[in-house]
């Protein structure tokens, strides 16, 4: 009950922050892409995260239940931020919670799915698994351990889609009650309005959203262990990984809001690489796509375009930009692209030069000659393998030359004598491990 006009006043004031945080949220997610909704998020998951304590300072009667709306929501910003950097081991681990927390057979009938023996169980087995791979990684030649870094990268995608549709929405609503701290208008008085509706509708969609960028960094570096040649890095990525779900679990043991201001740091600091995640996301699916299905044996390079990466920042598009490359009669390479996949059709032609299909073991590339140095500028997905001649036809380029291991491995044949020895026509290019 409000006993003087200045707490009045301050429940007022604390009301309408509540009131404009809770409708920017929501634009916010249509916006989410565009750069000056980066300042915007901040400004809205702060005001969430701050808005509850501040109700609580201007209650006389704070409630002491530590399951209160203020407590649950601190707990649950914890929770979606960890699950989303470990989505298997995460969602398994709080199943698990939840069952043995449960006393009566009722109570354990109830459960969400994730906190049923039936998924938990083998999830854990699965996650312990991965562990043992980690441990022994460290000694398993780069060749042996490879495929399980795959395996483990496909997971860690399908587990992280499944907990951003089926997981998050069961977690994020936290008012459970029509108790008068549960409605925003009850701020001001209002006690029998109850829109605790209202705010669980609008959390939902906040916390997906909040849930997805954070698991695009986690799953960024699960591409970067792919992606590296050195187990010692992938060691220390994983550890990196490893620290950061740790972090967030210590502090949220030690105290609930220190917790959750450290989980909107964390979500803050994904946000603002969500491009950059997003685009070496997408690099590594359709690289492990297209070599688990062993895409070039169905795949045939068309005259209409063709899906390639962007190799290098060209004229502010940032590398890794997936899209379709074109070639009219007479003009530039031009890549077509959509922004995240789905945002209005762009174009950026690619500068003039002397382009030329730069073949790797792996995976080849479209190189521009600078003298005697190739430079990339398209990188070719795995399905291009063996097709390397038919895109000198459609593209009009001027050859394919060997690149990378394959071209040091020719070197190496020719200084030993092995093969017909042919005229250097480009730098080996030692480093690049294609």
């Known amino acids: 009950m409000v006993t003087n006009v200045g707490q009045l006043r301050s429940r007022v004031s604390v009301s309408g922050i509540g009131l404009l945080v809770k409708p920017a949220t929501v634009w916010l997610g249509h916006q989410l892409m565009k750069s000056f909704g980066k300042w915007l998020l901040v400004l809205a998951l702060a005001g969430t995260l701050l808005e509850i304590p501040a109700r609580a300072a201007t209650d006389p009667n704070p409630p ?13 910003i914890s929770l979606i931020t960890g699950v989303a950097i470990s989505p298997l081991m995460g969602a398994s681990a709080v199943g698990a919670w939840k069952y043995f927390a449960a006393k009566t057979p009722e109570q354990k009938a109830q459960l969400p799915w994730f906190a049923q023996p039936w998924f938990w169980v083998p999830a854990l087995l699965l996650v312990g698994a991965c562990f043992l791979k980690d441990t022994a990684g460290v000694t398993l030649p780069t060749v042996v351990k490879k495929p399980l870094d795959v395996a483990d990268a496909i997971e860690h995608k399908v587990s992280g889609l499944v907990a951003t549709g089926a997981f998050v929405p069961m977690v994020a609503p936290i008012f459970k009650s029509a108790a008068p701290h549960a409605g925003l208008l009850s701020l001001a008085g209002f006690a029998s309005i109850d829109l605790s509706w209202a705010y669980n509708a609008l959390m939902v969609p906040v916390s997906m959203a909040a849930f997805f960028i954070v698991f695009l960094a986690s799953n960024a570096i699960n591409i970067l262990i792919l992606l590296s040649p050195f187990t010692t890095v992938d060691t220390a990525l994983k ?44 690099f590594g699916t359709v690289f492990v796509w297209d070599f688990v299905t062993f895409r070039r044996k169905r795949f045939t390079p068309v005259e209409g375009g063709n899906k390639v990466f962007l190799s290098r920042k060209t004229l502010g598009v940032p590398s890794r930009t997936y899209g379709k490359l074109y070639r009219d009669v007479g003009g530039p390479l031009v890549l077509k692209y959509r922004p995240w996949l789905f945002l209005p059709q762009r174009s950026v032609a690619l500068p003039e030069g002397n382009y030329v299909v730069a073949k790797g073991m792996i995976y080849s590339e479209i190189s521009r000659e600078d003298g005697e140095q190739l430079k990339s500028a398209v990188l070719l997905p795995p ?3 063996s097709h390397e001649e038919r895109l000198v036809e459609i593209y009009r380029l001027a050859g394919v030359r060997d690149a990378g291991l ?16 042919t005229p250097a026509t480009d730098n080996p290019e030692l480093a690049g491990a294609r």
């Open 64 to 76: 002491a239940d530590k399951n209160a709306p203020g407590v649950e929501l601190a707990q649950t």
């Open 239 to 282: 550890g990196f990984r490893l620290l950061v779900l740790s972090s967030v679990a210590a502090s949220a043991w030690a105290n609930p809001w220190l917790g959750a201001a450290w989980s909107l740091v964390i979500i803050v600091l994904a946000y603002f690489i969500a491009g950059w995640s997003f685009r070496l996301s997408w």
């Open 383 to 385: 399905r291009y393998r």
């Open 406 to 421: 394959r071209a040091a491995f020719k070197w190496l044949k020719q200084q030993l004598g092995f093969g017909a020895s």
